[in-house]
């Protein structure tokens, strides 16, 4: 049997939107050309943002640079600065701004960019600047040493496994590309470097009487959770705005004080100041699987509505100030 989730405690206004957003999504299909909608996108997120960023209104502003490249307007750093009220510009070498965010939209980065950066501005505080490597092979070390268990097989656990199922991914994050497959094709699947074989998460829970898939997308910042999504798929899912739910659940809501604390513990393992974590719970043993780490997360669902998408921005903000108002006191220690 699946877990039975039970309906999110959103406001009526809150449970109107999510019944009218299909209706709106088939709309916008109909009525509109994709550049027109992708325009009423960025007018809602950014608009969203502006007004978050209200609170900030008679605040000090922040300006920071990004190293070594900057984030595209798909990213959610965008948003988030005018939530935070806040300036990112382009890494120039000059020493005109306190702190830098590094951002740097791989999987891998070599140690020398920072380093790099370090030696040349000595005393610079640097967002990120430890999340180097967000490999699946390098978090899974980093979740067993935060959690005391990991999500990556090898051939002797292969063998060993009860299960029939395994999971291919690439090694890389966010290629997605998972799949699927028998004892036999993960033992193969582990000849090839760019491949790592996982164990099968069952996240299946019941929702509204029929059978979803639940992952968790969390949001950190400045050392605490920021926001959890819960993404519901169908399994059957041929229509992806039209059979999802994005439901918003405070962080005590979705883990225990020492699941929160391993959350916190793999961040700063990772070196994440601010970024998102994909976390699966499965439905068996009821453990928590953190399966990716992004310190380069895009922007919210677009078929998430405002409410929802207001409150992960505003606490994005809230979170990017704080550290921001680090980098001005930081000595370099």
């Known amino acids: 049997m699946c877990e039975v989730m039970a309906i999110p405690t959103d406001s009526v206004f809150d449970r109107a939107l999510e019944r009218l957003a299909p209706v709106v999504w088939r709309l916008q299909l109909k ?6 909608i992708r325009a009423l996108r960025h007018v809602k997120h950014y608009g969203l943002a502006a007004i978050a960023g209200l609170r900030y209104a008679f605040e000090n502003s922040f300006t920071f640079q990004y190293y070594p490249e900057t984030p595209t307007r ?5 948003v988030v600065c005018v939530a935070a009220r806040c300036r990112g510009v382009s890494y120039n ?13 791989d999987t891998a980065s070599p140690q020398a960019f920072t380093e790099a950066l370090r030696r040349s501005r000595p005393g610079i505080y640097v967002i990120n600047g430890s999340c180097l490597d967000i490999s699946k092979r390098h978090v899974d070390i980093l979740h067993k040493k935060a959690f005391g268990y990991g999500l990556n097989l090898d051939r002797p656990a292969i ?3 009860r299960d029939e199922r395994f999971v291919v991914k690439s090694n890389a994050n966010a290629a997605h590309q998972g799949r699927l497959v028998t004892r036999d094709d993960a033992l193969s699947a582990l000849d090839e470097d760019r491949l790592v074989v996982q164990k099968y998460v069952d996240t299946r829970v019941s929702y509204r009487g029929e059978s979803w898939v639940c992952d968790h997308r969390v949001g950190v910042g400045d050392g605490r959770i920021l926001f959890v999504i819960r993404k519901l798929r169908l399994a059957k899912n041929v229509f992806y705005p039209e059979t999802a739910h994005f439901i918003l659940t405070p962080p005590q809501g979705a883990f225990t004080p020492a699941e929160t604390e391993a959350i916190m513990r793999l961040c700063r393992l990772a070196g994440l100041d601010i970024g998102e974590l994909d976390i699966l719970r499965d439905r068996r043993d009821r ?10 997360p895009q922007r919210m669902p677009s078929s998430m509505i405002a409410p929802k998408v207001f409150h992960c921005y505003a606490e994005y903000a809230k979170a990017l100030r704080s550290l921001l108002r680090k980098g001005l006191s930081y000595d370099g220690g």
């Open 31 to 36: 009525l509109l050309k994709p550049k027109q």
């Open 93 to 105: 070498g000059r020493n005109d701004a306190r702190a830098v965010c590094f951002f740097h939209d």
């Open 287 to 296: 453990k928590l699987y953190v399966c990716d780490v992004s310190r380069t």
């Open 74 to 78: 798909h990213h959610a750093a965008r």
């Open 159 to 161: 063998a060993a496994s």
